[in-house]
């Protein structure tokens, strides 16, 4: 199946570092989303880049994509604790599949104030 | 604006009896989708429907159905309970079915006991 997959599982950094996470899948698709998950406020939608794109920002996220290695990655810049939560990628199947979205397990970041 | 709204919150039943889940959209989304994250795991696609049609589902048994309403809102209705049912069931809305970027709603724990 398409299920996109995140790397590292969990990641524990201090406020003010950089955190970086992955997500592979497996066939082609037309978008990749982030996804963050906490307790407080649900999941949310981060950021959307589409297979024709490389690189994407918005505010302290930056997503990259590599459609070669069907990769791609998520930099959280100078993190907050506010940012501790379980962040998913969500890829389509591509072609006609569009609206059928599979979202992987997920990477729980742990930022420590 | 409201965001999206899913009730009830908890559910609990018995091995065997029937489930039945609700969804408000965000006022003005056509697409609703249905997703089950079982406990420390990724969500998994099992239906989106779009202008009071199914258009797509997940790798799920037939016994997970549902169907969209003329205001939009939606029902997932679980026949025949398993223990494995045992879950928490997020509804999403779009605005539109190009629209990729979902909403998602608090979610409905259902409990199989």
């Known amino acids: 199946s398409q299920q996109g997959e995140e790397d590292p599982q969990a990641l524990s950094i201090q406020e003010g570092e950089n955190a970086t996470m992955n997500c592979s899948y497996k066939t082609s698709i037309n978008n990749l989303q982030w996804y963050r998950q906490n307790s407080g406020r649900g999941l949310v939608h981060l950021i959307l880049i589409r297979s024709n794109e490389r690189e994407k920002h918005s505010g302290r996220l930056r997503v990259t994509l590599d459609t070669s290695k069907k990769s791609s990655s998520l930099l959280i810049t100078a993190s907050r604790a506010a940012d501790t939560a379980s962040y998913f990628c969500?890829?389509?199947?591509?072609?006609?599949?569009?609206?059928?979205?599979?979202f992987g397990s997920g990477t729980k970041l742990n930022v420590k104030p | 604006e409201a965001g999206v709204t899913q009730s009830p919150t908890h559910l609990i039943k018995t091995r065997g009896q029937q489930a039945t889940l609700r969804c408000s959209p965000i006022s003005g989304h056509t697409s609703v989708y249905w997703y089950q994250q079982a406990l420390g795991l990724g969500l998994q696609f099992l239906l989106w429907y779009d202008e009071g049609e199914e258009r797509n589902r997940g790798n799920f048994p037939p016994r997970f159905s549902g169907r969209q309403f003329p205001n939009y809102s939606s029902e997932l209705n679980v026949n025949a309970l398993e223990l494995e049912d045992s879950a928490l069931y997020l509804c999403?809305?779009?605005?539109?079915?190009?629209?990729?970027?979902?909403?998602f709603g608090p979610g409905t724990r259902l409990t199989v006991t």
């Open positions: 969500a890829t389509d199947e591509g072609g006609n599949n569009f609206n059928k979205f599979y």
């Open positions: 999403a809305s779009s605005l539109e079915t190009r629209s990729y970027e979902q909403y």
